[in-house]
């Protein structure tokens, strides 16, 4: 059922639109919260429900305990986490702000940003200034990212931070989520804009849900306290997005299942492995 309280007003939809993100409300219980912490944990100890294991290449149990852990469509293992990835109250939002009547999961990653605070070296939980749509060019410029927190999120931790009204500036060439040099690859962009690099933290309340364009710029620093900063990040579509073949990210996941299924340039990215998560109200 969606919450027609936390839809985002025409005003938020405007704000979005220059700013290129928008910090929503919180739309997950402390109950299920309590919940997908658990399923987190799951997953990271190899234990999937549903049998099935998450796309492959994520972190594994035996990675550096001190790196950010990323895993991605997380939602193929665990009911709860596939619950929340088709959240309806978030698909409705995403669908005001990208303007569309129906929301599709493009994929989700689970992130854990481990405490570092008596790391001699904290920048191995840096995620480099980045754009989305660098790894999703085998489709439109369009798509959306909901970032839900699994615990409060501030500086201190590293949340998220972006550089407001970057997504207008078009697709970047420079940009990487692994960079662990957030100031080398700061002054790499600048270089690109011709502009003052200008950021803002997205803090955000355990459960609360953050969104941002797929061509805005963002990142974040390291987790400078003793305990770990979850989430899971929806990467979300609409109705119309389709494959484009031939550009550099036809290695991406949704690329390589869609192509698996018989899928040919100019297809829709429609069916079980893109799950709608509402046909919303506008």
């Known amino acids: 059922m969606v919450e027609r309280s936390l839809l985002p007003t025409n005003e938020d939809v405007a704000s979005f639109r220059q700013a290129g993100y928008w910090l929503g409300g919180k739309v997950v219980s402390d109950q299920m ?7 987190m944990d799951d997953v990271y100890n190899g234990e999937f429900e549903t049998g099935r294991e998450p796309w492959g290449g994520g972190w594994k149990s035996d990675g550096n305990p001190a790196a950010i852990r990323k895993t991605d469509n997380a939602h193929w293992s ?20 990208m303007a569309t009547p129906e929301v599709r999961l493009w994929h989700d990653q689970l992130l854990y940003k481990p405490g570092q605070a008596s790391q001699a070296s904290s920048s191995t939980g840096n995620v ?15 798509l959306i ?4 927190a699994f615990d409060d999120v501030t500086l201190q931790n590293g949340c998220m931070q972006v550089v407001p009204g ?3 500036d078009g697709l970047l060439p420079v940009g990487d989520f692994f960079q662990l040099d957030l100031d080398a690859l700061q002054a790499r962009i600048e270089q690109h804009t011709v502009r003052e690099f200008r950021t803002e933290p997205c803090a ?19 987790n400078l306290t003793t305990k770990p900063r979850r989430s899971l990040v929806l990467h979300l579509m609409p109705a119309h997005a389709r494959y484009q073949a031939g550009t550099p990210s036809d290695d991406h996941m ?4 869609l192509r698996q299924d018989g899928g040919v340039d100019g297809d829709l990215f429609a069916g079980e492995h893109w799950p709608v998560l509402c046909a919303a109200q506008q």
């Open 128 to 142: 480099g200034w980045h754009q989305d749509h660098g790894y999703w060019q085998c489709t439109s410029a369009d």
């Open 78 to 97: 665990n009911r709860t986490i596939r619950e929340l990835a088709l959240n309806e109250t978030i698909g409705a939002m995403a669908a005001r702000l």
């Open 33 to 39: 919260l309590e919940r997908l912490r658990a399923a």
């Open 166 to 168: 970057s997504h207008r």
């Open 145 to 148: 990212t909901a970032w839900v």
């Open 204 to 222: 955000l309340r355990a459960g609360e849900v953050s969104f941002h364009h797929c061509l805005t710029v963002h990142g974040s620093g390291p």
């Open 254 to 257: 949704n690329a390589i299942l």
